[in-house]
């Protein structure tokens, strides 16, 4: 069973510019949820992406925006970067029926913004 | 609205000296508690998960925490510290809201285990 995986490892973006951050779902998992982890700190919730459609956002501005694709990967693209957006972005997959509850994360993608 | 409060963001032990790892957390709803562990430049494993039944849930590399109501607690232990748990440690709360499950998390604790 293949885990979720993400892309890029590293990224180095300058403030104003966007970046498009990808996410492959566990098998067999259809819901797929964005955290933002500042150095530090804990992670927080984004949104979340269940049937191509987002189901739930966290305390986010509309320049964070996300797509699920038909196979369950998933995207977010951050628009108009800040430096504040530095952070390891981490994507969690699971099943929307499977009552453990547990989200599956990946490795996440380390963006520095300058 | 959801929280957690773990306290102590650094906790430092001597390897084989029990481990505690404390989290509060507040829910207006019967919560679904977790705990995640991270490792230098890579994501989050979950250790144990408590969701309902049993308050004492064990959970991988011989962890285990206790569901207490009353206290709002659900605090992570370990009998004897290795040297491979250093590493981050963090507490989460969620609940099932239609087909949203997101996690709150707190700060994190980071866990050194002294020779």
């Known amino acids: 069973e293949t885990g979720v995986t993400q892309s890029p490892t590293h990224l180095i973006k300058t403030r104003g510019q966007q970046v498009t951050l990808r996410c492959s779902s566990q098998s067999g998992h259809n819901t797929v949820s964005w955290y933002q982890q500042a150095l530090g700190q804990g992670p927080q919730f984004i949104f979340q992406y269940y049937r191509e459609e987002e189901n739930g956002r966290g305390n986010f501005p509309p320049r964070f925006s996300g797509l699920q694709f038909p196979n369950y990967s998933s995207e977010l693209n951050v628009n108009a970067l800040e430096l504040d957006d530095s952070a390891l972005y981490l994507c969690a997959s699971r099943r929307d029926r499977d009552v453990s509850y547990e989200q599956y994360f990946g490795p996440g993608t380390r963006l520095t913004v300058t | 609205a959801q929280s957690v409060t773990q306290l102590g963001s650094h906790v430092s032990v001597s390897e084989g000296a029990l481990v505690l790892l404390r989290c509060n957390y507040s829910s207006s709803v019967p919560p679904y508690l977790f705990w995640y562990v991270q490792y230098p430049n890579q994501g989050l494993q979950l250790l144990l998960k408590?969701?309902?039944?049993?308050?004492l849930v064990k959970g991988i590399n011989g962890f285990e925490a206790e569901f207490k109501k009353s206290e709002t607690s659900f605090h992570l232990t370990k009998p004897s510290a290795h040297m491979s748990d250093a590493a981050e440690y963090f507490c989460a709360v969620s609940h099932s809201g239609g087909s949203n499950y997101k996690l709150t998390f707190g700060k994190g604790t980071l866990l050194t285990v002294n020779p």
């Open positions: 408590y969701t309902t039944g049993a308050t």
